[in-house]
């Protein structure tokens, strides 16, 4: 069952055509990945799906209902978390604050949400009291995905988030992606680090100047010499 | 000290716009000015003229009360209105900044013509209500019961404030618009209600800053809010713009200084003084004392 789809969708940026008519569906319990290179619109996709951008054509459909129009802040309760390009911190909160705001339409206490989040990062327990502008940049990525997890949500988006990170880290966090994902969380995945997010998704697209260019199964994609050469930065013997 | 307490309250509604929508609310000083009328016909609604006696007891903390709900009441509601008929379409449209500083400065004529029509020119006067005893003295400096009544009330305002912007949801609302708007809307913040909270917010300050000035300067006139805003203003850049705490120091810094200016120098110099202060400050220390906090600066 498809959880998200988005029909042709059209965004511009004044006269700029930022996306010419992007077609993905993800189902339930995926990862996703959205590869290709800067500028292809893998970030403007990603703000179209949860509402900061307005498509000029096309739908989005999440959970079978057009949620085209539904202003941003609304679309966290339908069930949409958003970890942003560049982490989106609150500089001047502390992470236990920055981690409230991931809650912020959910009343009551938040015990369980809290043991979530800590148990997937512990690292964060130990910089709870500490402002979001003072941590790491690995830090500050796994404060923005627990913020995001924070709500429940049943379709997580996450943009880039290795970028600027230390190798050993970057594996770090694409282990934890699998495991919100084996947790049953959906994942719609935006990556430059093709080789892997095509390793940890079940399918992929590859975003060009605004178009998808190339999509299918995520294992074959990888194995695609044209692919290989043009994402994964590996030259195939002929 | 009594003049830094009011201008720190006004400075207060400059800090929390700015630190929201990065927008300098100049018709912030005609929300003060509504306020203190607001203030002087709540008196006059239940009798109070020149002429009367001062209350006593009972009766004088019930009217001291109803003259700050009242002019807090028609600087919050004057607030809400400027938002939705100045700047909210100008928003809608993606307004360049421009046009905002415009409309602003446009509002603050419109209102000051207004009351200037409708009131007249003149200065009208606030029936006395705290005698001007002498409480207490500090080094041989007398301390009158009007300056200790509106230096605690306004402390009370700040401290009140400061709590709310640091412990209420709401208040966790205004941080995080004002760090980080786009993010904040995908955590669930309606940016326009926390917009709207903000005016009020700071619509209310500025009318408790004009209540307690109507009780200890007596006299408000159509322009009088120019003045006053633009020494808050002052305060508020002091202290750096888009920080709570800034407003409060810079405004207390402000009215110390301009004194200790006015004492050396002679009366007249007060407002070079604290001008020049701002001159000197934007100069020296663009971000002011403690910097921009409410808003995008690195922790």
Request: glycine share 12%.
């Amino acid at each position: 069952m498809a959880l998200l789809e988005l029909h042709d969708v059209a965004v511009g940026y004044g006269p700029i055509r930022a996306l010419k008519g992007v077609s993905i569906s993800v189902s339930v319990g995926e990862i996703v990945t959205l590869i290709g290179a800067n500028g292809a619109g893998k970030t403007t996709t990603l703000k179209t799906i949860s509402g900061l951008l307005n498509p000029t054509a096309g739908d989005v459909r999440f959970d079978g209902e057009s949620i085209l129009g539904v202003p941003a802040h609304q679309l966290v309760k339908r069930g949409i978390g958003h970890a942003p390009e560049g982490r989106g911190m609150f500089p001047g909160m502390t992470v236990t604050e920055n981690l409230e705001m991931g809650a912020y339409l959910h009343k009551g206490k938040l015990t369980d949400e809290f043991e979530r989040v800590f148990t997937l990062f512990p690292r964060l327990k130990e910089r709870a009291k500490q402002a979001a502008g003072t941590l790491s940049g690995g830090e500050q990525q796994m404060v923005a995905i627990g913020r995001a997890l924070m709500s429940a949500p049943k379709l997580l988006l996450l943009d880039e988030p290795s970028m600027g990170l230390a190798p050993r880290l970057v594996a770090q966090i694409f282990s934890i992606i699998t495991e919100i994902n084996e947790q049953g969380t959906t994942i719609l995945l935006v990556e430059q680090n093709a080789a892997q997010a095509l390793r940890r998704a079940s399918r992929a697209y590859i975003l060009a100047t605004g178009e998808v260019v190339r999509e299918g199964d995520a294992s074959d994609l990888a194995e695609d010499p044209a692919v290989r050469a043009a994402y994964l930065g590996i030259e195939t013997e002929t | 000290m009594t003049l830094g307490a009011i201008y720190a309250l006004i400075a207060l509604g400059y800090t929390l716009v700015y630190g929201v929508l990065r927008l300098i609310n100049f018709a912030h000083s005609e929300v003060f000015m509504v306020g203190a009328f607001g203030s002087l016909f709540a008196l006059h609604a239940i009798g109070f003229d020149t002429a009367h006696a001062p209350p006593h007891g009972l009766v004088l903390v019930g009217v001291l009360v109803l003259v700050v709900l009242a002019g807090m009441i028609a600087s919050g509601v004057l607030a809400v209105v400027l938002e939705r008929l100045a700047y909210r379409p100008l928003r809608k449209r993606g307004a360049p900044r421009l046009a905002f500083l415009i409309t602003a400065i446009g509002a603050s004529l419109l209102l000051q013509e207004l009351f200037a029509l409708r009131y007249g020119r003149n200065a009208l006067a606030f029936p006395r209500l705290l005698a001007r005893s002498t409480a207490f003295k500090i080094f041989g400096a007398p301390v009158q019961v009007p300056q200790i009544v509106v230096v605690a009330s306004a402390i009370g305002m700040m401290l009140a404030l400061d709590r709310f912007v640091a412990n209420t949801k709401l208040g966790r609302g205004i941080r995080a618009t004002a760090q980080d708007p786009e993010t904040a809307q995908l955590m669930g913040v309606n940016i326009n209600r926390i917009i709207v909270v903000t005016f009020i917010l700071g619509g209310v300050l500025a009318g408790g800053a004009a209540g307690l000035y109507g009780i200890y300067v007596e006299t408000i006139r159509y322009n009088g809010g120019f003045i006053y805003g633009i020494k808050a203003f002052t305060a508020a850049v002091l202290g750096g713009i888009g920080n709570v705490r800034g407003a409060l120091l810079g405004g207390f810094a402000l009215g110390l200084l301009e004194n200790y200016g006015a004492t050396v120098l002679g009366g007249e110099w007060k407002d070079v003084f604290a001008f020049t202060i701002l001159v000197v400050v934007l100069m020296f220390r663009p971000t002011g004392l403690l910097g921009e906090q409410l808003g995008r600066s690195r922790a």
